[in-house]
């Protein structure tokens, strides 16, 4: 397995040629930063660009337990 960290595709115009010419995309998103809408805009601009995704990864996501489970866990 090969991962090629290409940066993003609202800023770098050559990630989306990138897409053809891998196997699959995993598209990362920063949690907080980028909306759905987005999200959306970009895994359809990967699509019509010939690439495949394999997936999406939620980045920096804050864990949110509850109090009360905490104790118990704790």
Same mark, same amino acid.
């Given at each position: 397995?090969?991962? %090629?960290? +290409?940066?993003?595709?609202?800023?770098? /115009? *050559?990630?989306?040629?990138?897409? @053809?010419? $891998?196997?699959?995309?995993?598209?990362?998103?920063?949690?907080?930063?980028?909306?759905?809408?987005? %999200?959306? +805009?970009?895994?359809?601009?990967?699509? /019509? *660009?010939?690439?495949?995704?394999? @997936?999406? $990864?939620?980045?920096?996501?804050?864990?949110?337990?509850?109090?009360?489970?905490?104790?118990?866990?704790?």
């Amino acid at each position: 397995v090969v991962l %090629v960290d +290409a940066g993003s595709v609202k800023t770098n /115009a *050559a990630v989306i040629g990138l897409t @053809g010419k $891998v196997d699959a995309v995993v598209v990362v998103v920063e949690a907080g930063r980028s909306s759905r809408q987005e %999200v959306g +805009a970009a895994v359809e601009t990967i699509a /019509a *660009a010939g690439g495949t995704i394999a @997936g999406l $990864v939620l980045n920096k996501q804050k864990a949110r337990i509850p109090a009360w489970l905490e104790r118990l866990l704790g």
